[in-house]
Each structure stands twice: as C-alpha cells, then as structure tokens.
C-alpha cells in the first residue's frame, strides 16, 4: 500500500531522504534548477521547516539531529572547481557548519566522521576521496576513485569501503575498494 505524503513537483523538488527514525524528511527546492530552499517536513503532522542554509544531496546523520549536504561559495583564488563545500545543518533550524572544501558528503554509521569528494584535477575523470569528523577537525585524504564515467556516484560501507562506478576504455564497471 502506498500513502501519499505530500504534493511534489518533479521540476522544483528533488533529493529526498527520510531520516533514519523514519519521522522526518528533509529534501530540497529548486526554481529554474538552482537550489533556493532546504526543507524538513514532519511525516506526522506536515509541518516543514527551512535549514539554515540550502544544501544539495541532503544526507542525514544516524541520530537524525543532522543533515550533510553540499553548498556553493566563490572560492578567494577564482579556482571554480574548488567553489564545494560539505556543510552539517542541524536538522531542527540551527545554523549550519561549514566542515570542509568538497562536495557529496556521506556520515558513517558511528556518527563521527563524514565522507566527501574533492576534484583532483585529473581531467576532472578521478576524484579523491576524503574523511572528516563531524567537527570539522582531522581532515584526511584516504583515496583517490576514477576513471569516472559523466554520471557518478558513491557510497561508502559501515565497513570503510567504497563503491563507485569506473569507466574501463568504454566498458562501465562497478567497483569496490577499501579506504585506508
């Protein structure tokens, strides 16, 4: 049985993750394919409140008290490859914390340390994979995944490996590796 839990529009909303208390779900708004609005709705009562800051493929933490997601900014240096940042939004409305330069940020399921990806340079066809406590402190780079193909992703195992797709010659393949 399926319920209806809200009107979606599928141009304006997208990225919708339900926490992991299945109480909430936080997605975010877009208008003309530029992310305005990061919401959390309520599954009992409807009810939805604005993040502090609006983040992109929203990511929530084991407790449900935090989403991790990415957001843009100028980087100083004009380099615009390196204008991602992962940010740690309290779920309830609080400002946000900016965590780190990178994009795609996924937390581990002890709650301490977040994943995320920074470009390399490369040809932009690899990218590095980096670790970080939920603080902000102890960054660490701990990979390096590619040849990837146009449309990527990852995730990353309770166990600290990862799964990414690679592109061999023109052959698609899914790999796994453990991070150090």
Known sequence: MSTEVAAWDYLRERDARVDP????????IANDGQPTTTLVR?????KEHALARTITGPYWS????????????PDSSGDI??????????????????LARGF???PTDDGLRVF????????????????????????????????LPPAWSYDVSPTDQ??????NASRRELWVAQLK
């Open 21 to 28: 208390r299945g109480r909430a779900v936080v997605h975010t």
């Open 42 to 46: 309520d599954l009992d009562s409807g």
């Open 62 to 73: 084991r407790d449900s008290q935090t989403t991790f997601g990415t957001y843009v900014a």
């Open 81 to 98: 490859w390196n204008r991602w940042n992962v940010a740690a939004c309290p779920a309830d409305g609080r400002p946000c914390r900016t």
């Open 104 to 106: 795609s940020p996924i």
């Open 116 to 147: 995320y990806i920074r470009d390399t340079g490369a040809a932009r066809t690899t990218r590095e994979v980096w670790v970080i406590s939920v603080d902000g402190q102890n960054p660490k780079n701990v990979g390096t995944i590619g040849p």
């Open 162 to 167: 990862i799964l990414f797709p690679r592109l």
